[in-house]
C-alpha cells in the first residue's frame, strides 16, 4: 500500500560526499515524519536524522556535516552527506509515519542502500 524507495548509496573516500533520496508512492494522504537510520555490522541500529511536522533533528555524530530535506511535491526526503568519515559506514534505512487515504496510521521502512567510506 505504501513504500519507501531508496537510491544513491555507493563508495566514497573519506572526506567525500554522498546524497541519498527515499520516494514514497501508495496511498498516502500525509507523511508527518520522516527520516533515515543507519546500521553497521554488529551495532544496532540508530536514528541519523529526522524532520517531524517541518523540525528537524539530528544524532550528535552528524550535526554539521549531514542535511536532512525534503521535497513534498515529489514525496522524497533526502540526506546530504558530506566530510563522511569511516565510521559513517553502514547500511542507511528510511523510515516514515504515514497518514493513508483511509486515514490509518502506518510505520514503513525502506529496503536500505550502503554506504562505504574508504580511508
Known amino acids: 500500500q505504501v513504500q519507501l524507495v531508496e537510491s544513491g548509496g555507493g563508495l566514497v573516500q573519506a572526506g567525500g560526499s554522498l546524497r541519498l533520496s527515499c520516494a514514497a508512492s501508495?496511498?498516502?494522504?500525509?507523511?508527518?515524519?520522516i527520516g533515515w537510520y543507519r546500521q553497521a555490522p554488529g551495532k544496532q541500529r540508530e536514528l541519523v536524522a529526522v524532520?517531524?511536522?517541518?523540525?528537524?533533528k539530528y544524532t550528535d555524530s552528524v550535526k554539521g556535516r549531514f542535511t536532512i530535506s525534503r521535497d513534498n511535491a515529489k514525496n522524497t526526503v533526502y540526506l546530504q552527506m558530506n566530510s563522511l568519515k569511516p565510521e559513517d559506514t553502514a547500511v542507511y534505512y528510511c523510515?516514515?509515519?504515514?497518514?493513508?487515504?483511509?486515514?490509518?496510521?502506518?510505520?514503513?521502512w525502506g529496503q536500505g542502500t550502503q554506504v562505504t567510506v574508504s580511508s
Open positions: 524532520i517531524t511536522n517541518g523540525i528537524t
Open positions: 523510515n516514515a509515519h504515514v497518514i493513508t487515504s483511509m486515514a490509518s496510521l502506518l510505520n514503513v
Open positions: 501508495g496511498s498516502i494522504d500525509s507523511i508527518p515524519t
